[in-house]
Nanobody, 124 residues
Framework: QVQLVESGGELVQAGGSLRLSCAAS????????MGWFRQAPGKERDFVAT????????YYADSVKGRFTISRDNAKNTVYLQMNSLKPEDTAVYYC?????????????????WGQGTQVTVSS
């Protein structure tokens, strides 16, 4: 069983930056693709970014490309999401997700493990 715990969400002004962290327990972290999703009130859970198990390949939603960066530290069992140039439309609960294969895509059904979420609020 893999447990994921997100941290780093808070209230920030538009144009600001935040770094989210997701700490994973379990022995399979270094074999698993990791992703970030987000869900705004009344909306579906949307894909944000994913990184393969080795950290050598990343993929982003068009809405965050060039502003957000996903990375991982397999020695620390942690995945990060650096968010720059934040916009009010980035306001959402951000979820960390783990897959069971080295590579996963942009659909939530490809991930088996989920954190509890961390709130990011961007004020205008």
């Amino acid at each position: 069983q893999v447990q994921l715990v997100e941290s780093g969400g808070e209230l920030v002004q538009a144009g600001g930056s935040l770094r989210l962290s997701c700490a994973a327990s379990g022995r399979t972290f270094s074999n698993s693709a990791m992703g970030w999703f987000r869900q705004a009130p009344g909306k579906e859970r949307d894909f944000v970014a994913t990184i393969n198990c080795r950290g050598s390949s990343t993929y982003y939603a068009d809405s965050v490309k060039g502003r957000f960066t996903i990375s991982r530290d397999n020695a620390k069992n942690t995945v990060y999401l650096q968010m720059n140039s934040l916009k009010p439309e980035d306001t959402a609960v951000y979820y960390c997700a783990g897959g069971t294969t080295c590579v996963s895509g942009g659909h939530y059904s490809q991930y088996d493990y989920w954190g509890q979420g961390t709130q990011v609020t961007v004020s205008s």
